[in-house]
């Protein structure tokens, strides 16, 4: 099996448990000492590091939200000098300022490290060769994984997005067993391969997928193995832990949040109280090594459970399940709760759809409306009207069990929806505009 670092990934959990409440305490110590910010976030929640006496008491301390970035543009919570900085990212923020986060030398090194131990977990290595075609820039899932890739010893292609037949000759040509993307973007390069009479599956030596910045469901998963003869790992982060930080193992089981730098809860989010293992509720994570921008207890906006039992794999760190929605996409449809994710789970069980869809809601007279667009698969092209209908009233009844809100469902040509080289963007919402 391949292992980045064994001592570490290994540690019994008691172990572990002790050094994040050792990293933690001095954490609070060194921000309630030396940073104003943090120190004026502690006094007003009447919280002082010697109340911080196990690993628990990190739920004395405030939230920090995405706002609390956007109002100290560009730099007002570092804690770091320039003279300590090596690198910035920034990341656009879709309403008002972006963010901007700042990395020390060690901070770059832990999130390396942190995706170094994490492609292990996918069997990457040595002799291995990584196409990454995540942004290269100031996005950071290009530089994160191109670092990451290199520190196992695996040759990088340092692709980045766009230019998609390339993209394909040069996975053929350079023989390149991994591929790190968006799984959006993994399906527009498996179709344009078919268009160019190539099948990733057969035609070429990919054979892992490192997959993330966007949510997806583990039916999606099914069907992108199946089609390219892959096996798909989901992996996660945001340019506020650092980048792309915690990837799944060979499990496939949730991914790994290595312990040592992370601290996560997973809360309910009207009470704030933490949940069981499998109870899905807020991800929460406290940065316990950052150096330049350190987090604590932030409210990231994702929905997940967590797994608290050793991995199959045998790992101890804990493991975050597949990432079902966030806040932020949470649409409110008639007063029902509707992620997108499960309009995509419950239409890759459908044969005679296809991998494409989009979401359009608007309000008509003062009641929402919701349209999902889907294409239909080669299974279920059909010349007979009566097919079709049948296909379309089956996505119907299945989307209205699934989301408890009935939807319209129109059915599309295939290769007519909007494909995407990023994030996918597959909701419309017409009714703020
Ligand atoms: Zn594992």
Request: a negative charge; one cysteine or more.
């Amino acid at each position: 099996m391949q292992c980045w670092d064994p001592r570490m990934e290994f540690l019994p959990r008691e172990d572990l448990e002790r050094l994040q409440y050792r990293l933690l305490k001095l954490l609070v110590c060194r921000l309630y000492h030396f940073s104003p910010f943090y120190h004026h976030r502690m006094e007003s929640a009447r919280v002082h590091p010697d109340d911080i006496n196990t690993l628990d008491d990190v739920n004395k301390l405030p939230f920090m939200y995405k706002s609390d970035l956007r109002d100290s543009y560009p730099d007002g919570i570092f804690t770091a000098t320039t003279e300590d900085l090596v690198r910035y990212h920034v990341s656009s923020g879709t309403t008002g300022k972006p963010t901007v986060v700042g990395y020390t030398a060690a901070d770059l090194h832990n999130w390396t490290d942190s995706l170094a131990r994490g492609l292990s977990s996918c069997g990457l290595g040595r002799g291995d060769v990584v196409q990454v075609c995540y942004g290269y820039g100031l996005f950071t899932g290009g530089l994160g994984l191109h670092y990451g890739a290199e520190r196992i010893g695996a040759a990088v292609i340092p692709a980045s997005v766009g230019n998609t037949e390339r993209q394909v000759e040069m996975m053929q040509d350079l023989k390149a067993t991994a591929i790190a993307c968006t799984p959006s973007y993994l399906l527009h390069i498996g179709e344009v391969a078919e268009r160019m009479g190539i099948s990733i599956k057969n035609d070429t030596s990919l054979r892992v997928g490192i997959l993330g910045a966007e949510p997806w469901s583990e039916r999606m998963r099914t069907r992108v193995q199946d089609w390219l003869g892959i096996k798909a790992y989901d992996i996660y982060g945001t340019s506020e832990l650092s980048g792309p930080m915690f990837s799944e193992c060979s499990a496939q089981e949730g991914f790994h949040v290595w312990g040592d730098l992370a601290l996560v809860e997973v809360l309910d989010r009207e009470s704030g109280e933490p949940l069981g293992p499998g109870e899905e509720g807020e991800m929460v994570v406290t940065m316990l090594q950052k150096e330049a921008l350190p987090m604590i207890r932030y409210r990231i906006g994702d929905i997940t459970s967590m797994e608290t039992d050793v991995c199959p794999c045998g790992r101890t760190h804990p493991r975050v399940r597949r990432v079902t929605g966030r806040v932020d996409d949470m649409l409110i449809i008639r007063g029902i709760n509707v992620f997108p994710s499960q309009v995509e789970y419950t239409l890759m069980t459908i044969p005679e759809v296809g991998r494409h869809f989009q979401i359009v809601v608007d309000r008509k007279g003062s009641l929402d409306d919701m349209l999902v667009r889907v294409e239909v698969s080669p299974e279920g092209i059909s010349d007979r009207i009566q097919d079709l209908i049948k296909v379309r009233n089956t996505v119907e009844q299945k989307l209205k069990n699934t989301l408890n809100v009935t939807v319209e469902v129109e059915l599309v040509e295939p290769g007519s929806l909007p494909r995407f080289e990023g994030k996918s963007k597959r909701v419309i919402d017409r009714r703020n505009l």
